[in-house]
């Protein structure tokens, strides 16, 4: 694409100098508008349609007030007159209408074998030739040097072409290698970018020139020889002068390109790398160099987490963040690249878009290398306090505060989507044994985390999904083997896995057994809670230890409630009866001594008389 | 005159000795009262007055006639009785040590005023010097008091005894079936407690009505009895029932001790039951402090023994404590310690601990640990009870789980106690937390040893297996297995066909010896599963597979998944858009005869037509190829042209001298 557009005022002779990526411009317009089809009239019209819009754009429009004439090749004045990168645009366009209008003839001269067409061909093939070497001149006046050198090679492109048709075939020799050579320099040293582009036409130049060296041959065998002999000297002349000129020429502009370029080889392609990541993977590259002898080399069941492994951990998550740094750098630069190339497109940006997404498989997939082995470490150090071994707890207090069968199924999960991206963005590999290992490695990872579900749903009492679930882990475990990989720790693994279930099976027979007799048994245990608070409610203590002191219990100490506070109101016996015994001894006297002493006196006995009388 | 007195005389002591007999007191203090006016100095008269006086229960007004210490040596054993009746006790006592020769009546009394003075030593040497002598023996009341004061006293194994040698006399009198239901309840033996107290019930309704009592008057004997019928239920736990015998009682108010105690007793009962409404509505609390506080008056406080008072007074604690009272209910514990704290050391030593329990737990509620732990520090922690010494542990886990603490009081509790299943629960528990299993599965394994070693009863039996159960299990859950499976064994060798120790056994076995635990898996029944479960599911959503909305999660977690992919398909509409171009039709000009062909060299000079037409066509078709590349057809095609141009070189010569003029013509045009 062009860039560096500015517009000054004409008056000032501008000092930059123009960029246009002139085979990258041609070659993404060909594509997007009828050459893949070959319909080399559209793509004229194409040309033509732009054209118009460059110059309404620039006020070059014939007119009264706006007419100008034709540009004059002079230097002084042409320089003046160009100051924006779109006149070097509209050279370039007519150039390519021109050819394109020479190609459709062609095709019509090949179908009618009508004599007035060719020669209307050879007319447009010599109009594009003529607006190259215009374009050619313009650029080695206002343009950089990287510009002037795909141009010289452009206009000796066709150049060739046009001596072709002429049948001027030493001519179209000389230009097709002046181009052939140029584009390889370019290809070495120029934008790598557009490295693709230059190697495309090395490779269409070939046929040209065995064509043309076939049709010389000829020419020798029947010409003069001192003739023939002062060609191939004024050949070989012109061709060590213009690659000296193309020597020169390359070299002036890798000096102008940026020195030390880093690139990083992946999936069988070289890929260059800008600054901001350069920096970034420098950094990571350093960290990995300073720390990567402390990491375990082999991950495997027999590693020690008793000691060491927060240090470790501390390493794994540098390297993953310093990753995830230079991931983000290249994220950004995609997402700008799908945002241009969904606008507009041009084969340099989509070689540009590939290359970025080859280099984010790179980060991803050393990213997912050390999160897989980290977690893959935590796994282990998990599934051994959960089977009650000593561990290194410092470690996993900062992970997970109480490791639970739960964490083992998120982790797995976790784990199977890391290795599947892992080996997505893998360097690539003819290898069959190494796509049976992954194969057979993911597998065994996805039959693992179905373990740890079938455990999680074993201790949730959901026995019929367990037994399920454990079937589809033997299955997962037979495939495994079916994929007849030689790799040891895969077939260790599924091996221990084996026997992991076997045991669960017996356990989980013997368990949902126990819940059968839940029903059964809550009854029994309300029979002897019954009795238990009976003997409880006997000692006359109502506090919940001393309460339970006949049953292993530990309920209370959830409440920290040990002793009942405050205590509860309490009740009295009633008093025994005590008889008053001493009461009985209490006796009236007797009283007959005085009962005597009254029969001596009469007078009584009268009173008692007379009231009978009476 | 003088035989108008005599005659006098002799016919008031004939009225009186009528009305004693028939017990018309009344009647007969007139009488007396008549002849004293008349002779101040008869003695008979003046015994038969106070003796009138103590019939009636009215023992004020026998006081009051003691006037001359004549009267009082004549009648020392009445004095002393009306004293004994009056409360006064101790004047009662110094009456009776002047009497220098002690009949067996007056030992009676002494008895009794010590049963009164709560001083059961004493009472008991009484009555057993009085076992020796004749009749006292074959007496049941005598029995009844000398049982009543056994149980007064703590000593349970002489009225037990006392109690056998008179086994046939309980079914003959309510009020010894009473006693012994109360040596029952003494002994927590609440089965038997209840059956006596249904057995006195029967008897005392069955002697009453030959007896000729009311109903009413049957019921009001019955109160102690159902009272008593309450507390056996209340201790039982079913308090409901306890609550209508107390209400029953209460309904029918008699003012008698046994009321109180139903108060009492109702207010506990009612403290637990509604205790929900109760914490909600502090009125009821106040209503129930009212209540015992009215029971511990002056004039009430003679029913109640001390026991009685003290168990009242910690309920008049804690009701203030409910009320969050607390300076009142600290004066009120001051108090109480300082009243009953010197007291019998033994017996009032629990008593203390009690109230320091009620202060601790008001010291818990304001947070304050550290008081709360010197306050209990103060008793002697290892003679101090179960009780004190659990909430002194229960203190160090509310005070920042200070679990090594309260290990080490539960350490230091007796051999006895500390090896309680409860007991060893909460070490194992608490050992668990601090994370020492070694000694949680040694505490466990010396409290099974000690049962190996004892003689087990049915009740031993059952705890030894719930032992090793609990042990086993949880050896399982800290992962020693063997240990585990040993456990499991032993139950297997006890009782073969335990239905919860085969599985965990074969559990246990299965994590170091599977083939041993298939063995035993033949044993189990099958079990049929599921077969319709959609493993998919599971093994997509893993845990979660149940839920919809961790879908929606799952959703979220894809999403960078769904933009790559969105970004994939706005790449391919494009494409497709660039294959679906098509090519627009040409438009031919409506003039044009379609099958007309014209002479293709009509432009031409007559020079060039005719003879250049061939060979010219051949060469264009090489020209032609070439930039595009060569196919494999038109390069054979091109060695042929070649071939051809070999044979004619004369007139490729003349063909190309001819073909250079045609292009100076055109440069010169373009010049001009």
């Not at chain 2, 002779?39 to 026998?62: H, P, R, W, Y």
Request: glycine share 2%; aromatic share 8%.
């Amino acid at each position: 694409m062009a860039t560096n557009i500015s517009t000054s005022p004409k008056e000032d002779v501008p000092k930059e100098k123009f960029h246009l990526d002139i085979l990258n411009f041609s070659q993404t317009s060909q594509i997007q508008f009828g050459l893949r089809l070959q319909d080399y009239k559209k793509y004229r019209q194409y040309c033509s349609k732009r054209i118009q819009r460059l110059r309404s754009q620039l006020r070059k429009q014939y007119g009264k007030k706006n007419y100008v004439n034709k540009i004059v090749l002079n230097g002084g004045e042409t320089e003046k007159q160009i100051n924006d990168v779109r006149y070097l645009q509209i050279s370039l366009l007519k150039t390519e209408r021109a050819w394109s209008y020479a190609m459709d003839l062609k095709a019509q001269f090949e179908k009618d074998n009508d004599s007035r067409i060719g020669f209307h061909m050879n007319r447009r093939f010599g109009k594009a030739s003529r607006n190259s070497t215009q374009l050619y001149e313009l650029c080695k006046l206002v343009a950089d040097q990287y510009t002037i050198i795909e141009a010289h090679a452009y206009s000796s492109w066709m150049a060739s072409s046009l001596s072709l048709t002429k049948q001027d075939f030493k001519k179209a020799l000389e230009e097709i290698n002046i181009s052939k050579t140029i584009y390889e320099k370019l290809s070495e040293q120029g934008d790598h970018s557009q490295k693709e582009l230059y190697q495309k036409r090395i490779e269409e130049t070939e046929p040209i020139i065995r064509f043309c060296l076939y049709n010389l041959k000829n020419e020798k065998n029947t010409s003069n020889k001192v003739s023939q002999n002062t060609l191939t000297i004024i050949e070989q002349s012109l061709e060590e002068l213009k690659n000296q000129e193309n020597k020169k020429k390359s070299s002036t502009s890798s000096t102008t390109t940026t020195t030390a370029t880093t690139t990083i080889e992946w999936k069988s392609k070289s890929i260059k790398v800008d600054e901001k990541l350069d920096e970034k993977l420098k950094i990571f590259n350093e960290f990995k160099k300073e720390n990567e002898n402390k990491l375990p080399k082999n991950i495997n069941a027999s590693i020690d987490t008793t000691s060491n492994i927060s240090p470790i951990f501390n390493i794994y998550d540098k390297l993953v963040y310093n990753l995830i740094n230079c991931e983000t750098i290249v994220k950004n630069d995609l997402s700008t690249l799908v945002r241009v190339n969904l606008k507009n497109k041009s084969v340099k940006s989509e070689i540009e878009e590939q290359s970025t997404r080859i280099l984010l498989a790179y980060i991803m997939y050393h990213k997912m290398k050390y999160l897989y082995e980290r977690n893959s470490i935590l796994i282990t150090m998990m599934q051994r306090v959960l089977d009650g071994e000593k561990v290194d707890e410092s470690a996993i207090k900062k992970k997970v505060k109480k490791v639970t069968w739960n964490d083992l199924v998120r982790l797995s999960t976790h784990q199977v989507k890391v290795y599947t991206i892992m080996s997505e963005s893998r360097d690539t590999d003819s290898n069959k044994e190494i796509a049976r290992d992954q194969d057979a490695q993911l597998i065994l990872l996805k039959s693992i985390r179905l373990y740890y579900i079938a455990v999680c749903l074993a201790k949730s009492l959901k026995f019929s999904e367990t037994m399920a679930v454990l079937d589809r882990v033997l299955t997962n475990i037979q495939n495994v083997r079916k994929t007849n990989t030689k790799n040891q720790q895969i077939l260790n693994d599924t091996n221990e896995l084996e026997s992991n279930i076997k045991k669960q099976r017996s356990q989980i027979h013997a368990n949902s057994f126990i819940q059968q007799l839940s029903e059964n048994q809550d009854l029994k245990n309300q029979m002897s809670s019954l009795s238990i608070g009976g003997i409880t409610t006997a000692s006359g203590k109502s506090n919940d230890l001393i309460s339970g002191l006949d049953s292993f219990d530990t309920s209370f100490l959830t409440e920290k409630k040990l002793v009942q506070l405050p205590p509860q109101l309490q009740p009295v016996q009633a008093k025994p009866i005590f008889f008053d015994l001493a009461f009985n001894s209490v006796t009236f006297p007797s009283l007959d001594q005085r009962k005597k002493g009254s029969s001596t006196g009469t007078p009584s006995k009268g009173l008692f008389g007379f009231w009978g009388r009476g | 005159m003088s035989k108008d007195t005599t005659v006098s005389l002799e016919q008031l002591f004939k009225e009186l000795d009528e009305y004693i007999i028939n017990s018309q007191f009344k009647k007969a203090i007139r009488v007396c009262n008549k002849i004293l006016s008349v002779n101040g100095n008869d003695s008979e008269a003046f015994q038969c007055k106070v003796i009138c006086l103590m019939q009636l229960s009215n023992f004020t007004e026998a006081i009051e006639c003691f006037k001359k210490p004549e009267q009082i040596q004549s009648m020392q054993f009445e004095y002393s009785y009306c004293l004994y009746s009056t409360a006064k006790y101790q004047e009662a006592l110094t009456q009776l040590e002047k009497q220098s020769s002690k009949e067996t009546k007056s030992l009676e009394l002494e008895a009794q005023i010590y049963y009164k003075l709560e001083n059961y030593q004493k009472t008991i040497s009484i009555y057993e010097s009085l076992l020796s002598k004749p009749g006292y023996s074959d007496s049941i009341e005598f029995i009844t008091n000398l049982c009543a004061v056994y149980l007064d006293a703590g000593k349970f194994n002489e009225c037990q005894e006392l109690l056998n040698k008179n086994k046939s006399q309980q079914t003959k009198t309510h009020e010894l079936a009473f006693n012994s239901a109360c040596l029952a309840i003494s002994k927590n033996d609440t089965k038997t407690a209840e059956t006596q107290l249904k057995l006195a019930k029967k008897i005392c309704t069955d002697s009453l009505k030959k007896d000729g009592f009311s109903e009413e008057e049957i019921k009001e004997e019955q109160t102690s009895i159902d009272v008593q019928l309450g507390y056996v239920q209340q201790i039982c736990g079913n308090l409901e029932k306890s609550l209508e015998q107390y209400q029953n009682v209460l309904e029918q108010q008699v003012g008698d001790s046994a009321t109180l105690v139903a108060t009492n007793n109702s207010i506990s009962v009612r403290s637990i039951l509604q205790s929900d409404q109760w914490s909600t509505q502090p009125k009821e609390y106040t209503h129930a402090m009212d209540s015992l506080k009215s029971l511990l008056t002056e004039a009430e406080s003679t029913r109640l023994n001390s026991k009685q008072k003290k168990v009242i007074n910690y309920n008049l604690c804690l009701l203030l404590v409910q009320l969050k009272k607390v300076s009142q209910c600290e004066e009120l514990i001051k108090t109480l310690k300082s009243k009953y704290g010197q007291q019998q050391q033994q017996v009032d030593t629990s008593f203390v601990e009690d109230l320091d329990i009620i202060q601790v737990s008001l010291l818990i509620k304001e947070k304050k640990f550290k008081d709360a732990e010197k306050l209990l520090l103060k008793n002697n922690t290892t003679t101090g009870s179960i009780k004190s010494q659990l909430l002194l542990a229960q203190i160090y886990l509310l005070d920042n789980n200070n679990v090594a603490k309260a290990l080490n009081v539960l350490e230091k509790l007796d051999s006895s106690v500390s090896l309680r299943p409860g007991i060893v629960a909460t070490k194992v528990a608490l050992y668990e937390k601090s994370g020492d299993l070694e000694k949680a599965v040694n505490s466990l394994d010396d409290l099974i040893s000690i049962f190996d070693k004892q003689k087990k009863s049915e009740k031993d039996e059952e705890i030894y297996v719930n032992l090793l159960k609990a042990s086993g299990n949880f050896k399982l859950k800290h992962h020693k297995y063997r240990e585990a499976s040993d456990m499991f064994d032993r139950v297997l060798k006890i009782n073969p066909n335990d239905l919860i120790a085969l599985p965990s056994y074969i559990v246990a076995t299965s994590h170091f010896d599977p083939s041993l635990s298939q063995k035993y898996e033949g044993k189990l029944p099958n079990i049929k599963f599921e077969s319709k479960i959609d493993i998919d599911l599971i093994e997509k959503y893993g845990l979660t597979f149940e839920k919809k909305l961790n879908l929606n999660e799952d959703s979220n977690s894809s999403s960078p998944t769904t933009t790559t992919t969105t970004t994939t398909k706005s790449t391919k509409p494009t494409a497709t858009e660039v294959v679906k171009i098509k090519k627009s039709k040409k438009k031919l000009p409506k003039v044009m005869k379609p099958n007309y062909v014209p002479d293709p060299g009509r432009w031409l000079p007559k020079w060039q037509r005719a003879n250049a037409k061939a060979a010219r066509s051949k060469k264009n078709k090489d020209i032609i190829k070439g930039p595009q590349g060569i196919a494999s057809a038109s390069q054979t095609a091109s060695l042929f042209v070649q071939e051809s141009k070999n044979t004619n070189t004369n007139n490729n010569n003349t063909q190309s001298s001819k073909s250079e003029k045609p292009r100076n013509i055109h440069k010169k045009k373009s010049k001009k």
